[in-house]
């Protein structure tokens, strides 16, 4: 799968996958979308990368292996879990918080911190799955 | 009830979990002073405990703790009476003589501080155990003693010995565990409660139950695994592979008595009918006797103590099980005489050990010169296990055989088992003390001999805690008064449920009564089978051998036999054919569905179709187009990329209805799965086209269909009822108000259903490291990322591990994870 045209776009089209992918994330409360589609997105979008530049390019541009990126996802959504036994309301109680800059009004949530450890957890282990599968693939 | 109190035994219960959090950095910076920073855990359990002793020696208890589970009833609630007292004043007090011990034994040893760590866990849990008054928490902490003592009885893991006997102690004292689950349970469904002070009332009714013999045999099982009895005593002595801190500590006041704590608390509700007064005694007895034999044969310092420590236990269950007020008072003796002498005596063998680098007695000769102190303890605790004047020992001995209620010679006969259970105690009691007295000559007295390390006393931590235990031995035995009213009687009656009052004396009046004649007789058999020893010895080896197996050899032979089986089931259903997995899955899945319907089978009505409009029809027409591709094709690559189309027109479909979160995450799922799918093919080198002969396509074909059709046929049928709607209503009216969102499929995700998503992102981060797991056992380990060999990076080792992995055959496991992805993520 290196052809000049793929190669060529696959960063473009990554960076926008990824940009799109956060925003899938961000407005899934509300409209259309969330972590899971989100997460998916994203891990779409490292697969196509993997796919045009080889694998090790991609593990660099990552810094941190996808599936620790996957176990922090967990992390933080059992965690933001907690911070609702602060309030004495039981475990994963949807908390929120509004902050306001300016005349944008933006809301902090607890559910959010839950579906941004959601997204984490789907993109770090699809691409975790993905990419060492295109290893050997690669190494041919 | 005040919360002071509330607080103050919790944590008396709970502080050595904390001391064991920490020990191991206290022992990082301290270095030797660990074990004396430590101690002053259990010392001060021990002061604070002491403060409760004169309240329970007016026969009342104290009630503590705190909701747990409050939707079920269960309260971590802790129950202070004379028994439950004695024992975690036992627990803490030998315990912090042992920790002391433990720090010198093991000092310089590179896991000290994990060691610690491990003992104070144990403590923690043996505590917790018996201050319980809530019997899950005693389940719990029960368990808990089990875990701690598998972790300390394997602390040595290189060793194999020492493993195996961790693994049998497990083994054994965990499947007790299960039993006495079991029993706590139906004592629940009986009593409607989860607090042993509250069921004590519920005894009469429970013991006219025709469920008793259950429940009996159930706490019964826990206990006897717990307190090694025949036929589950092996585990004991093989325990012996852990360091001697552990064997001291575990083996005289704690783990083994466990199941004497159990059975004492648990008297009053269980105890006390033909069963128990038939059972108890029987199995108690034989353990004596066996154990004490066992302890003949062997010349190893630990094993003589181990095998000693059965028979003891034997002797207590024996006691409990005869249950007259003599022979409780005599339980309740004897339960510290052994407490004091058998950790003083472990402790002096690990001493002797630790100086001579051998515990083999026949290696051993004249220490008393050399370790003058350890002799004077040694001195102690053998007379404790012989019964001499002035210890715990001989005041338990007393009373033991003031079982035996006679006037005339007559009434020997009339009460023939009374007579038996002290002709047993007797024997016992006798080749007990042929073993002590065998340990005090052949390694004390006599000519000093050379030994693998030269002879010397150890340090201060090395024999302060027998010395003091002999020492408080000798003493209690002779302040026999406050014995008998502060210890003895209280903890007599907490576990007769009514009041005993123990006739202890020490004076010349005794002299003459015939239980002290039949404790002269004891001294007498005893010193007789010390002389015959070696005789003795030499007949129970050569016995054995020609006997052939034990009962050690029989676990392994389960064990392995258990092994084995698991195997052949396993193999039985992963055989590794990938085509056989799907095969049964989906006549599973086909009969699932069909086999209920086939009962009250009414052909669902066709629903008339709406007049579809072109860009349905369209859909419709890509996912003909797509599953007709996937039939026809000639090679796999295109079947999947056609599997594809066909799934995007499933997606097209839900987002045209209404549902584009299903429809977005079906795209990608649908994505997602071709790329990994084909990813895995190319890995995978199979060929190009499947091999299937005429026969296995017809048979693949007619399952699909016979699967499709079924699920059509349901949807239709489950279409034709009307929708319960309560449900979307709610999500509808509430989404907004309470969880501040519009997406409902979302707010449902993470908010409704959050504890629900996290269980499920917890599975997909585990199934993505199994299947890296098996993508780089196929791959001779990672290249690259987490696990790559550090420093060799560079691209070309990897390509030279390439020839070899291309090479290797290929197997389905990979596939078989692979495809188990992306199917997971679409539901």
Known sequence: MKTLIFRTIAPTLTAIMVVFSIFVLLRGHNEPGGGFIGGLIAASAIAIYGIAVGVREVRKALVVDPISLAGFGVFIAGFSGLLSLGQSVPYLTGLWGYISIGATKITISTPMIFDIGVYFAVVGTISAVALALEEGDVDK | MSSDLDVGITLAALAPFFAAALAPFIHRFTKSYAGWILAVIPASIFIYLLSFVEQMSRREFVSAGFEWIPSYGIRLSFYLDGLSVTFALLISGIGTFIILYSAAYLSGHKHLGRFLSFMLLFMGSMLGLVLSDNLISL?????????????????????????????????????????????????????????????????????????????????????????????FHFWLPNAMEAPTPVSAYLHSATMVKAGIYLLMRMNPVLGGTTEWNIILPIVGGFTLL?????????????????????????????????????????????????????????????????ATGTRD???????????????????IGVAGMAGVPATVAFLAKEEMYAVLEVSSVSDLFENWQNTLVVF?????????????????????????????????????????????????????????????????????SSVANFQISPKLHLDFEM????????????????????????????????????????????????????????????????????????????????????????????????????????????????????????????????????????????????????????????????????????????RLHLEQR????????????????????????????????????????????????????????????????????????????????????????????????VGAPKGVKKPKRARKATPAKSKRKTTRKSTKSAQKKPAGQST
């Open chain 2, 139 to 231: 389940f719990v902490f029960w368990e808990l003693t089990s875990i701690t003592s598998f972790l300390l009885i394997g602390f040595d893991h290189v060793r194999q010995a020492s493993r195996r006997a961790a693994i049998q102690a497990l083994v054994i004292t965990g499947g007790g565990g299960l039993a006495l689950l079991a029993g706590i349970l139906l004592l629940h469904q009986i009593t409607n409660q989860w607090d042993i002070s509250e069921i004590f009332v519920w005894g009469s009714t429970i013991k006219e139950m025709d469920i008793y013999p259950l429940v009996l045999g159930l706490f019964l099982l826990g206990a006897f695994t717990k307190s090694a009895q025949f036929p």
């Open chain 2, 290 to 354: 066996w154990g004490a034999a066992m302890a003949m044969k062997q010349t190893d310092l630990k094993q003589m103590l181990a095998q000693t420590t059965v028979a003891s236990l034997g002797l207590l269950v024996l006691l409990i099980g005869v249950g007259t007020d003599a022979a409780l008072s005599a339980a309740v003796l004897y339960l510290l005489a052994h407490a004091f002498y058998k950790g003083a005596l472990f402790m002096v063998a690990g001493g002797v050990d630790h």
């Open chain 2, 361 to 379: 007695i026949t290696q051993l000769g004249g220490l008393w010169k050399v370790m003058p102190v350890t002799f004077v303890a040694v001195l």
């Open chain 2, 424 to 492: 047993v105690m007797l024997l016992g009691n006798a080749m007990m003390m042929a073993v002590g007295l065998t340990i005090l000559v052949k390694a004390f007295l006599g000519k000093l001999k050379t030994t693998p390390h030269k002879a010397h006393e150890g340090s201060l931590s090395l024999w302060i805690g027998a010395l003091v235990l002999g020492v408080f031995a000798i003493w209690a035995g002779t302040q026999i008064k406050y014995l008998g009213s502060i210890i003895v009687g209280p903890v007599a």
């Open chain 2, 511 to 682: 002299l003459t009564t015939l239980p002290f004649f039949i404790s002269t007789l004891t001294w007498v058999v005893g010193f007789v089978i010390y002389l015959a020893i070696e005789d003795i010895r030499a007949i129970m080896l050569r016995t054995s051998k020609a006997i052939g197996w034990t009962f050690d050899i029989l676990f392994d032979w389960l064990m392995f036999g258990l092994i084995k089986l698991s195997a052949a089931v396993t193999r039985f259903w992963h055989h590794g054919r990938w085509e056989l997995y799907l095969i049964v899955v989906f006549v599973g899945v086909a009969l699932a569905m069909a086999l209920p319907m086939i009962g009250n089978f009414n052909m669902p009505q066709m629903p008339g179709l709406q007049a579809l409009s072109f860009f349905e029809w369209g859909i419709f027409g890509m996912a003909v187009v797509g599953l007709s591709a996937v039939v026809l094709a000639k090679t796999r690559l295109i079947a999947i990329v056609s599997l594809g189309i066909q799934g995007f027109a499933v997606a097209l479909i839900f987002m045209l209805f209404g549902a584009p979160d299903l429809g977005f995450t079906q795209f990608m799922v649908e994505t997602l799965s071709v790329v990994i799918l084909a990813l895995v093919m190319t």
């Open chain 2, 690 to 785: 499947d091999a299937r002969v005429p026969w296995e396509v017809a048979r693949d074909a007619a399952l699909s269909l016979t699967v499709g059709i079924s699920v059509t046929v349901l949807m239709i049928s489950v279409l034709q009822n009307p929708i319960d709607l309560r449900l979307s209503e709610f999500f509808a009216l509430t989404s907004v108000p309470i969880a501040h969102g519009h997406n409902i499929v979302n707010v449902i995700l993470v908010d409704y259903r959050g504890l629900d998503t996290l269980g499920e992102i917890s599975v997909v981060l585990a199934t993505g490291i199994a299947i890296l797991a098996l993508i780089r056992i196929r791959g001779g380990g990672p290249q690259t990322g």
